[in-house]
């Protein structure tokens, strides 16, 4: 392991020590907070237990869909915002205060259009996600040095070739923090999403065991969507430095 | 602006302004050429280019000097089919070039173009592999190409491991492959230092007799000019036009040591003394 990584793996064990001790010791309210040794224990027996499998899939596949939707969406709408600049600069003002909006009010809104079920969420999720992925899109086809898009023309590209194979790999490093930012918020705005307005997920889990003060079981589901949420952006930051190494080594 | 109006023109004699040579078989062939900027915010439009005449021999190596802005780039890149004339044709092996590069014209850029995400190898192929060429076809021009620009053993190294002189012969590997029968190098060497910049001319030179590709040079090196060039088109400050053309009389067969040729001196002498006047106009010129 590097320095860092070594430096990086103390503080973490250092605090988590910290926090068991503090908690076992009485310093923090046992009521309040279970210590972290508790809380895996509990996650542990959640995850064996299999009576949250099916809340726990559902948020990864609504995340899923949210985030893939988004993808897709953002890309086709960076895709065009690039395409036409005047257009672009007359949405400029929308894309730079659009998260000034609080997506979520339009939850009630979302249940109105598509009802009681994991939609709603779908929706909000994506409201949340899919500007990000658009902007990342069009400044990373914004970014393409200029000659690289003479050298295709001198070479004779057609407009979908130098599309497809000198844009999209130029942009690449942005796309990806695009895509790993989308996840991101999909994730965000799905268990928001849950915590306030539905009967299912991992997010309405949580907030059940709140409000029955299960305090075990909302750490252990808390410490489960952590851990997932987590490994997801690691896998994602894993990819996108390999992809950074070799434009730069 | 197109080819058939400013050809049937009858061509005034002018004196120095015209490179245009006897009517045949040219393989380049420019007529009363002109590129306007239009102006912006309330400005006048800026007349970059022209109007200027020129023709280049099949296989012929044509070096332009000119001050700068003077729209040397321009030039190529209208040549190139890259931009529009705004007045005046130009046309390629009888076929007018009109906002699109021909077929069997290539480029190669001063500043660095190479694919950052690809190897040199692919960087070379990725021209070929756009038109669906055999693999097999492709190694063996890309194989052909890396070992005329002495990069073979770099084939799959990525650029940014690689030097700026090394780049820019990815780049003009990468031009190789399509096998052009014109090349047009917008001062490729520009961003090398001077022992490199000479040896790549000799790797030019060499590249030039064993294609037998006609090549057009931008450059802003009078050295350059006179060591490497058949004829040599001297431009004047903005708005670009020939002031002069000198025939250098080298053989076919020449290195970058002809520079210790006693007419070496005198020809950069003489581009020295067209160009004096024209680069200070330019320079008070400037903004």
């Known amino acids: ?249 | 602006m197109t080819g058939g109006a400013a050809l049937s023109r009858p061509e005034p004699a002018r004196t120095g302004g015209s490179a245009a040579g006897a009517a045949g078989a040219a393989h380049v062939r420019v007529r009363g050429l002109t590129r306007v900027y239009p102006g912006a915010g309330g400005r006048p439009p800026l007349k970059a280019l022209g109007p200027l005449d020129l023709d280049l021999a099949p296989g012929e190596f044509f070096s332009v000097v000119g001050p700068s802005g003077c729209g040397k780039s321009t030039l190529l890149d209208v040549l190139a089919g890259l931009s529009a004339a705004s007045a005046g044709s130009v046309s390629f092996e009888g076929r007018a070039v009109t906002g699109q590069v021909p077929d069997g014209v290539g480029v190669v850029f001063q500043e660095d173009s190479s694919f950052p995400w690809l190897s040199v190898f692919d960087n070379a192929a990725f021209g070929l592999r756009r038109l669906k060429t055999p693999e097999a076809e492709v190694r063996a021009r890309v194989a052909e190409a890396l070992g005329l620009i002495g990069l073979s053993g770099f084939a799959d190294a990525f650029p940014a491991q690689l030097s700026g002189g090394m780049r820019q012969r990815v780049c003009i590997a990468r031009t190789l492959v399509m096998r052009p029968r014109l090349i047009l190098l917008d001062e490729p060497f520009g961003a090398l230092d001077q022992q490199t910049k000479l040896l790549m001319g000799d790797e030019l030179l060499r590249l030039w007799r064993e294609t037998g590709a006609t090549i057009l040079l931008i450059t802003h090196s009078l050295d350059e000019a006179a060591l490497l060039s058949d004829r040599i088109g001297v431009m004047s400050a903005r708005p670009g036009r020939f002031i002069d053309l000198i025939e250098t009389g080298w053989d076919r067969e020449r290195d970058s040591r002809i520079a210790a040729d006693p007419g070496f001196g005198a020809i950069t002498a003489r581009i020295w003394s067209q160009l004096r006047e024209e680069s200070l106009k330019a320079m008070r010129a400037a903004p």
């Not at chain 1, 430096?7 to 910290?18: C, D, E, H, N, Q």
Request: overall charge positive.
């Open chain 1, 1 to 249: 392991m590097s320095r860092a990584g070594l430096i990086r793996t103390g503080v973490i064990v250092a605090a988590l020590a910290a926090l068991e001790a503090a908690c076992r010791t009485g310093l923090i309210d046992r009521f309040s907070l279970s210590p972290p040794s508790e809380m895996a224990i509990s996650a542990a027996r959640i995850l064996a237990s299999g009576e949250y499998t099916r809340d726990i899939l559902a948020t990864f596949a609504t995340v899923a869909a949210a985030a893939a939707l988004s993808i897709v969406a953002g890309f086709g709408l960076g895709v065009v915002l690039y395409r036409f600049p005047r257009l672009k600069r007359a949405a400029d003002p929308f894309l730079a205060s659009y998260y000034a909006v609080p997506s979520f009010i339009f939850y009630p809104l979302f249940i109105v259009l598509f009802g009681l079920n994991r939609w709603p969420l779908v929706a909000v999720a994506f409201v949340f996600a899919v500007v990000a992925m658009a902007i990342a899109s069009v400044d990373g086809f914004l970014s393409v040095r200029p000659i690289l898009l003479r050298t295709a023309a001198s070479l004779r590209l057609t407009r979908a070739q130098t599309l497809r194979h000198v844009i999209l790999p130029a942009a690449a490093p942005y796309l990806f923090t695009g895509v790993k930012l989308t996840v991101v918020y999909a994730f965000i705005g799905v268990v928001a999403g849950e915590f306030i307005l539905s009967g299912s997920g991992l997010g309405y889990r949580i907030a059940f065991a709140y409000q029955s003060f299960e305090t075990a079981t909302m750490y252990g589901l808390m410490l489960i969507l952590l851990t997932a949420v987590v490994s997801v952006n690691m896998l994602l930051w894993a990819r996108e430095r390999r992809l950074h190494a070799r434009l730069t080594r």
